[in-house]
Nanobody
Framework: VQLQASGGGLVQAGGSARLSCAAS????????MAWFRQAPGKEREFVAI????????DYADSVKGRFTISRDNDKNTVYLQMNSLKPEDTAVYYC??????????????????WGKGTQVTVSS
């Protein structure tokens, strides 16, 4: 079982980036998929979640209106489109899979599988 995140890098403030998370070893369509992030010296925090079918999403207030989570079950991949990026979005971003739909604080322990993170750095 593996989740591989990609698409991170260095982006200027106000710019955009798209993260991808490809699953292998299991069928992603059976899981709700989420993105989390962890900035240096801070706890890992919830960013967004999408339910197994893609019809329900939830976002952290800090990214609402700027980030969009989506999924393509045929490609076994989930995405995070990040627009209007800010320096405070700088973090390592992780994708995760869960059998329970959740959002916000307390969601992290419910994740069953975690991917290795991808670094996103937003320069001012």
């Amino acid at each position: 079982v593996q989740l591989q995140a990609s698409g991170g890098g260095l982006v200027q403030a106000g710019g955009s980036a798209r993260l991808s998370c490809a699953a292998s070893g299991f069928t992603l369509s059976g899981y709700h998929m989420a993105w989390f992030r962890q900035a240096p010296g801070k706890e890992r925090e919830f960013v967004a979640i999408i339910n197994w079918s893609g019809v329900r999403t939830d976002y952290a207030d800090s990214v609402k209106g700027r980030f969009t989570i989506s999924r393509d079950n045929d490609k076994n991949t989930v995405y995070l489109q990040m627009n209007s990026l800010k320096p405070e979005d700088t973090a390592v971003y992780y994708c995760a899979a869960s059998l329970q739909y959740c959002s916000g604080y307390g969601c992290s322990p419910r994740m069953r599988y975690w991917g290795k993170g991808t670094q996103v750095t937003v320069s001012s």
